[in-house]
């Protein structure tokens, strides 16, 4: 299960002055699922069309099972590619839609009737079968796209921000349906986006990208709670980052003071972010910070607590469990153990 | 509340007012220069003509068996082929050109559109006039052949079907290439990226989605060019030499040689049911390629 499939290294392209991709090197293992995660531009969309074969990079090498894929063009690659806007022929009913991609493998008739049935009652769509897109709804589309592409049985699926295109109750369905499907058919996924709460709840492995270079390649957990840089710290989730002098005992921040964190010897005397995920932080009466509160907000089951602090141009926040008692205007004091906050260079 | 709405009657006048001062100036241009002349077309088919031109006002069914006779059947024919031959050839030179142009650049598809369209600015006279002196055995293209040795004497190459058909090309192909070229411009590049990732050949996805879903767009182009290519009179009679004689010849001499109105306007009226009849067949073919639902 851990044999890496696809390997990408060294790949760059660049559009004019625009560098898409810079140095890329990453590997995609054998069954797994996984997510290209950065803001738009930050050339995720470029690498996706180069496993596709639809762009070519100028230098670096893709392989997949050992074999130079890059040679190979477009339509002879074992790599189905579920398009954003999902690209669904117009003049072909759902079903011709979805034979499509057998058609041209010149597979029995016969065969292709029982694949096209039995992928359509995967996503479940078997009633639907004679109507043409334009007779379908967002999510009803984005599955005959999916199964477009699934019916091909690929090496690997590519997906182009799949989820992008529909409202939230029936994104959170298909969610939960891309992984079930996953599981079932054991084709490796790469899905593309700029969302990162769908590459965390969807990816086995999500690699995070800005200005054409990956960041970090690490499963969602340790991404959250440890990630490489600042980029990363700041993109994932919510943070609170507070820059400021490393000492001895924590981060120096003038006119706030010490700020505690865990402090490598080699780090001293550098300047240096400190990041804090906000569940991390406690409200209180005593030690820490200083602070007025400024912001209440109920989601039910937490509450996020936005704090000023005299010194900090940014308020802290703060997520606690369940209702609150501060209100708005109360003073209260901040504070968190050294060992979950974490120090980030400043690079 | 009442005081502030407009009652129902008021506002359904106050409705129909704004709509006949919309529709009011076209519907009317259309009444005065489209249906009264064509009621008066048809109402002088049921006449004939009187001894030194006139109208005889005395309704019979004379002129449609005149037109059953082999030799006006025989023109139409001649000219729904000529028209229909010249339309084949537009969509076979048009496409490509069509097709090339959507693939330039953005800047230099601007260019060749105006490159295009650019022979229209010069009159339409003058230009035909241009091909008989290209064609001419004393023309251009005979003596390059003839002083090049390649023939030895000149060809045969104006007034002939093939110089009329030429003519026709010549003029209308602009009216397939832009058409075409909208609807290739259209198409998103995408369902053509999927396609070669469903694993088909450029060809196969020429065949399969490019060429079906622009299918409309060249359907008004065939329209375009055969329409106006069905009743010209001008490029059969100057590359024609009057040799091949089209419809249009025949209703334009009706009118102003022979002066028999009721038998041109029975002429005219033909060419008009032909041409409606095939307007309504490319209304329902690109209904039918484009509608959602599949009745295959």
């Known amino acids: ?347 | 509340m009442s005081a502030t709405r407009t009652p129902p009657r008021a506002a359904r006048r106050e409705r129909l007012v704004g709509r006949l001062a919309t529709l009011g100036p076209g519907l009317g241009y259309l009444t005065v220069f489209m249906l009264v002349p064509l009621a008066l077309v048809l109402g002088y088919t049921l006449f004939h003509r009187g001894r030194f031109g006139g109208i005889v006002y005395e309704a019979s069914a004379d002129n449609y068996t005149r037109v059953a006779d082999g030799l006006y059947l025989g023109v139409i024919w001649t000219s729904v082929k000529i028209a229909g031959i010249t339309t084949l050839l537009a969509l076979l030179l048009g496409y490509p050109t069509a097709y090339l142009i959507a693939q330039l650049p953005r800047a230099w598809r601007t260019v060749a559109l105006v490159l295009v369209v650019l022979p229209f600015w010069t009159n339409f006279l003058i230009r035909t006039y241009a091909w008989i002196i290209l064609l001419n055995s004393e023309g251009i293209i005979n003596r390059a052949l003839t002083g090049l040795g390649i023939i030895q004497r000149p060809l045969e190459l104006l007034y002939t079907q093939g110089a009329v058909v030429g003519g026709l090309l010549y003029a209308y192909l602009p009216l397939m290439v832009l058409p075409l070229y909208s609807a290739i411009e259209r198409l998103d590049p995408q369902l053509r990226e999927a396609s070669a990732n469903l694993g088909a050949r450029p060809a196969r996805t020429f065949w399969s989605v490019t060429l079906p879903l622009t299918l409309p767009g060249a359907l008004t182009g065939c329209v375009f060019v055969f329409v106006p290519s069905l009743g010209n009179f001008v490029i059969p009679e100057l590359l024609g030499g009057g040799r091949t004689v089209m419809v249009g010849n025949l209703i334009r001499d009706q009118f102003l040689k022979a002066r028999d109105w009721p038998f041109g306007s029975t002429l005219a009226l033909i060419v008009i049911a032909l041409l409606v009849l095939l307007l309504m067949a490319q209304a329902w073919a690109a209904r039918r390629l484009t509608d959602g639902t599949d009745r295959a």
């Not at chain 1, 230098?59 to 999902?86: E, K």
Request: with cysteine; aromatic share 4%; charged share 25%.
């Open chain 1, 1 to 347: 299960m851990t044999e890496p499939l696809v390997r990408i290294e060294a790949v760059s392209r660049r559009f004019g002055e625009i560098r898409a991709l810079e140095q890329v090197s990453l590997e995609i293992r054998q069954g797994e699922f996984f997510a290209l995660l950065g803001p738009s531009g930050c050339g995720k969309t470029t690498l996706l069309r180069i496993l596709a074969g639809f762009e070519h990079p100028d230098s670096g090498s893709v392989t997949l099972d050992d074999a130079d894929l890059l040679a190979v063009p477009p339509h002879r690659r074992p790599v189905n590619l579920m398009f954003q806007s999902y690209a669904l022929f117009p003049h072909m009913n759902v079903a011709k839609n979805i034979a499509y991609g057998l058609e041209r493998e010149h597979l029995p008739k016969a065969e292709i009737r029982e694949r096209v049935d039995a992928v359509l009652a995967t996503i479940g769509l078997t009633g639907l079968a004679r109507r043409r897109p334009n007779q379908l709804s967002g999510g009803q589309r984005q599955r005959v796209a999916l199964a477009r592409a699934i019916v091909k049985r690929p090496r690997l699926l590519l997906l182009d921000e799949p989820l992008s295109a529909l409202d939230k109750k029936v994104r959170a369905e298909m969610q939960l349906e891309l992984k079930r499907l996953q599981h079932e058919v054991g084709i490796t996924f790469v899905v593309v986006t700029h969302d990162q709460e769908e590459a965390m709840s969807l990816a086995d492995r999500v690699a995070v990208l800005s200005e054409g270079r990956v960041r970090q390649i690490d499963a969602p957990v340790p991404l959250y709670e440890r990630p490489a840089d600042l980029f990363v710290a700041d993109f994932i989730g919510a943070n609170n980052l507070v820059t400021g002098m490393v000492g001895a005992d924590g981060l120096q921040v003038p006119g706030v003071g010490v700020l505690p964190c865990p402090v490598p010897a080699a780090a001293v005397g550098r300047a240096a972010t400190l990041a804090v995920r906000p569940e991390r932080v406690r409200l209180g009466t005593e030690g820490g910070l200083a602070g007025v509160v400024r912001d209440v907000t109920f989601f039910g089951g937490t509450t996020r607590v936005a704090v000023d602090v005299t010194g900090l141009d940014r308020p802290l926040l703060a997520t606690v469990a369940g209702a609150t008692a501060v209100a708005l205007g109360d003073k209260t004091r901040v504070d968190w153990s050294a060992s979950d906050a974490m120090l980030l260079g400043n690079d």
